[in-house]
């Protein structure tokens, strides 16, 4: 039988590749030349000498040694392998901790980062982490329950963000789907929580959509004191309606003043990853007015790379809160217009005031059309009707602008 002593004491000399001392029922300690001391004991299971691993002196104890031991005799004395035994619960914990929420939850994101927008998948993981993995992250994924998923997206409601909890709904349902799609459950619980959560209220971004106000939102940008290139940033985003994000971004390169053409390349548009990648141009035909507007500009901004730089350096586009500033500066307040209720000043005007095709408003608004042609509608056919569209609302905006009464339906 060994002591504390002997165990503390046993070193292997340099000649030789282990020293072993034995304590009783098969155990031994072994050393070896690195001066580590390691626990085994020794056993017959079919009639083959085999041996199992108990760990390493002084973090196991004699003591303690002799306990694991014994449990793994008593393992052996009903017929089962301690040491077959052993990896089969390294084979179940491993996993059980693949199967964890967090841990399919990476693994999915792992899988489809390629095919998001860098923003898309990193905001993906990021609400994740900070709403749903404290709470439920290290649960088994088959175990998580409606209720339990209620009780997470809760959390979220208390602190008033509705949206991200509905948010939240979706993308756990993505992680569930998966899980059952790999093995990992048999069932996702986020559609049972369809109608469990407030309901968001929507509100649409802020937009001037009465022709008088919209007169004197022209007049007001017309007559604008700050920085030129701020007026004509907005008055080419009221003229040309695109997003507030592809105008301040414009590129002279993406201008052909001749034949009066804007065109935005595919990845700068909202769209896919992989639209972006194969997507077609946008293509924004210019009204007469807008090309003034541009051959105005170019001899301030026209050596950049920007039509619409930061004050700063030409190196970088304006900022996003320019126009929105300037927009403040004439008394439009942010419940009133914002940059991107150009759009929707647009949408809405060409349709009551001009009694446009929409279809033709929708290609030029860049929005994907819904249906089974999907993305592969194409926009390009509307091209002619679109150059047509802009020069009749850029003169609409004229009219607006010199106070014309245009309240009452106009046929084209």
């Not at 409606?146 to 709904?169: F, K, N, S």
């Not at 008088?212 to 939102?217: N, V």
Request: hydrophobic share 40%.
């Amino acid at each position: 039988m060994l002591t504390e002593i002997e165990c503390k004491n046993l070193r292997c000399p340099p000649d030789k590749k282990r020293v072993r001392l034995s304590d009783s029922g098969g155990l031994y300690l072994e050393a070896g030349p690195s001066g580590s001391l390691r626990w085994f004991w020794k056993y017959y299971f079919g009639g083959k000498e085999k041996r199992l691993a108990l760990g390493r002196y002084p973090t196991i104890s004699l003591k303690q040694a002799r306990l694991a031991r014994d449990e793994a005799r008593l393992l052996h004395a009903k017929g089962i392998d301690p040491a077959m035994k052993r990896q089969e619960e390294k084979l179940f914990n491993r996993h059980q901790s693949s199967n964890t929420f967090e841990a399919v939850a990476r693994e999915l994101h792992e899988i489809k980062r390629d095919g998001w927008s860098e923003k898309y998948a990193t905001r993906w993981l990021e609400r994740l982490e900070k709403d749903v993995f404290p709470w439920i992250g290290a649960m088994p994924v088959d175990k998580i329950t409606a209720p339990i998923l209620l009780q997470v997206l809760r959390r979220i409601e208390r602190r008033g963000a509705i949206e991200t909890a509905h948010t939240l709904r979706q993308t756990t349902g993505q992680v569930f789907r998966y899980a059952i799609a790999t093995g990992r459950c048999e069932r996702n619980p986020s559609p049972d929580l369809h109608g469990a959560l407030k309901p968001v209220t929507t509100k649409n971004m802020a937009a001037v959509l009465e022709p008088a106000r919209a007169g004197e939102l022209l007049r007001a940008m017309d007559g604008y004191t700050g920085q030129p290139v701020t007026r004509v940033a907005m008055l080419l985003s009221a003229l040309t309606f695109q997003r507030p994000g592809n105008v301040r971004m414009m590129e002279w390169e993406e201008v052909d003043l001749q034949d009066a053409m804007w065109t935005i390349p595919s990845v700068k548009m909202k769209r896919t990853k992989q639209e972006k990648l194969n997507g077609r141009p946008h293509l924004v035909p210019l009204a007469k007015q807008a090309v003034k507007l541009l051959q105005e500009i170019y001899p301030l901004t026209g050596g950049g790379k920007y039509v619409f730089p930061a004050l700063t350096t030409k190196a970088r586009p304006m900022s996003e809160n320019t126009v929105r500033l300037a927009l403040r500066r004439m008394s439009f307040s942010n419940e009133e217009m914002t940059a991107h209720g150009f759009r929707a000043m647009a949408r809405t005007m060409l349709v009551e005031q001009l009694d446009a095709n929409p279809d033709v408003i929708e290609a030029q608004l860049a929005h994907n059309k819904s249906g089974p042609l999907g993305a592969a509608y194409d926009r390009a056919q509307f091209l002619t009707q679109r150059r047509k569209l802009m020069q009749q609302w850029a003169d609409y905006l004229d009219e607006l602008r010199q106070g014309a009464q245009v309240i009452e339906f106009r046929k084209a």
